[in-house]
Nanobody, 126 residues
Framework: VQPVESGGGLVQAGDSLRLTCSPS????????VAWFRQVPGPGKDREFI??????????YSADSVQGRFTISRDNAKDTVYLQMDSLKPEDTAVYYC??????????????????WGQGTQVTVSS
């Protein structure tokens, strides 16, 4: 049981892209759902981007994407989206959707998320 990401691809700098995270056996309304990204290569950790809390009222954003990326939920479809605007080459990475029941406010801690998708590649050319 794991989320499924879709919507990645190759775009140019300045373009927009929307990623979709589908629950595939989970009920997202019961979970905090976050997006992480990882640049391939030795020693590259996954970077926390955004989270949509299960309460529906809290969203946190990493500094690197402030003002450009937004997260949203479609409760009717039980789906979470990552809208990415003004993309930059440094946004190139594999993007992962993760679901978990986060304790306190440790939303950026990977270990708080039990369910991870396989990832979708986003490549931004200059």
């Amino acid at each position: 049981v794991q989320p499924v990401e879709s919507g990645g691809g190759l775009v140019q700098a300045g373009d927009s892209l929307r990623l979709t995270c589908s629950p595939s056996g989970l009920t997202f309304s019961n979970y905090d759902v976050a997006w992480f990204r990882q640049v391939p290569g030795p020693g590259k950790d996954r970077e926390f981007i955004l989270v949509s809390s299960r309460s529906g009222g809290t969203t946190y954003s990493a500094d690197s994407v402030q003002g450009r990326f937004t997260i949203s939920r479609d409760n009717a479809k039980d789906t979470v989206y990552l809208q990415m605007d003004s993309l930059k080459p440094e946004d190139t990475a594999v993007y992962y959707c993760a679901a978990g029941e986060v304790h306190g406010s440790d939303y950026a801690d990977e270990e708080e998320y039990l369910h991870w998708g396989q990832g979708t590649q986003v490549t931004v050319s200059s």
